[in-house]
């Protein structure tokens, strides 16, 4: 909605602007209702109303317009993410067996949302969270911690190849794409509900986008672990042994790129020039060792050493990525490498 309003004096010293009747409408507004004004930041004022009934959006995915499990799962997943307060799937007949099971688990996976009804032809899910106990930070601080945890889990399959590394790094990462899940639903609940972006720790609407680029790509980084993890496993099962040295030096290359995640998480949680600066070491010291790695591994007889090498690698690429959001939370304000000034 917009519309132009005059601003209009009334009595002596008073200016009024008139409230567009769409708007009257679609929030439930009477005379002799209350509205808080709020300034925002950047200018423009904001009218909340504090009474009548809040609004509930509900997503309804037609089940027969939908071809395979999968995109099913993938619909369900992105109603959550929008912030729909429930979730139907709904179909003229009787919903297919395996699309009632595989949606039934993917709702099951929604932090904060239940089934609610379950019949042959529907099934409905309602979200019960509360979003306000969710600061956007503090679920990035949890995803650094499970990917922490798995890379450190991938690095001691590199010596025993235990496929009990393999089926944690898996729950893991169930639960870092879960939780990648609810801070996207975070971050675009709060672009549409103001009041609850100050509650999580947005201080800016322009701050979503970083934050949901950092989730990404850790979520990614948590992926390439548990592929590489997959790499070292297989070939260990099938009786494949390297050279130790070999071994000993993508340990090292590990090892690398471990620190230089923990530095990049750092710099992002609490961005200082420091910090910046150390990830930034850190990362090229991992691309580095991958460069001097990556001839040894072309004559070496065993060629998925060249792809557990580069997985490393692409991890501190990714790394960059969070790095660059990190250096922009920095100069969100004056700080002592930089001063910001409104002229």
């Known amino acids: 909605m917009s519309e132009l309003r005059k601003v209009q004096k009334v009595g002596y010293s008073t200016l009024t602007v008139s409230i567009p009747a769409g708007y009257v409408r679609s929030m439930k507004l009477h005379e002799g209702d209350n509205l808080m004004v709020k300034e925002e930041s950047d200018g423009t004022l904001r009218l909340i109303p ?47 067996t395996s699309m009632l099971s595989h949606g039934s688990a993917t ?27 969710f600061p956007v930070d503090s679920l990035i601080r949890r995803l650094r911690l499970l990917v922490s945890r798995s890379l450190e889990a991938s690095i001691e399959a590199l010596r025993s190849g235990s496929p009990g590394l393999l089926n944690e790094i898996r729950r893991s990462q169930q639960e870092v794409d879960e939780l990648y ?52 496993v297989n070939f260990k099962e099938i009786g494949m042994n390297v050279d130790e040295q070999m071994v000993s030096r993508i340990e090292n290359l590990a090892r690398k790129a471990q620190q230089a995640f923990e530095s990049t998480m750092e710099s992002l949680l609490t961005p200082d020039v420091q910090t910046i600066e150390k990830a930034m070491g850190e990362i090229d010291a991992t691309l580095k060792l991958e460069r001097e790695l990556m001839p040894e591994s072309l004559e070496s007889e065993y060629p998925y050493m060249r792809a557990i090498i580069s997985d490393f690698g692409q991890l501190a690429r990714y790394c960059n990525i969070i790095v660059e959001i990190a250096l922009n939370r920095l100069l969100r304000k004056t700080s002592r490498v930089c001063a910001i000034t409104s002229q």
Not at 201 to 229: F, M, N, W, Y
Request: include cysteine.
């Open 50 to 96: 504090l009474s009548g009934s809040l609004k509930t959006v509900k997503a309804s995915i037609k089940v027969d317009q939908v071809s395979n499990d999968e995109l099913l799962s993938k619909l369900i997943v992105s109603c959550y993410m929008l912030g729909y307060d429930s979730i139907e799937l709904s179909s003229r007949g009787k919903i297919r």
């Open 181 to 232: 899940w609810l801070i996207v639903r975070q971050l675009l609940v709060a672009l549409s509900n103001r009041e609850i972006s100050g509650k999580i720790g947005l201080e800016s609407p322009l701050h979503t986008s970083g934050d949901r680029v950092s989730a990404k790509t850790i979520e990614e980084i948590g992926r390439i672990i548990l592929e590489l993890t997959e790499e070292i």
């Open 107 to 133: 709702l099951r996976r929604l932090r904060g949302v239940e089934i609610v009804e379950s019949q042959e032809n529907k099934l409905l899910a309602q979200s019960f969270m509360d979003p306000t106990k």
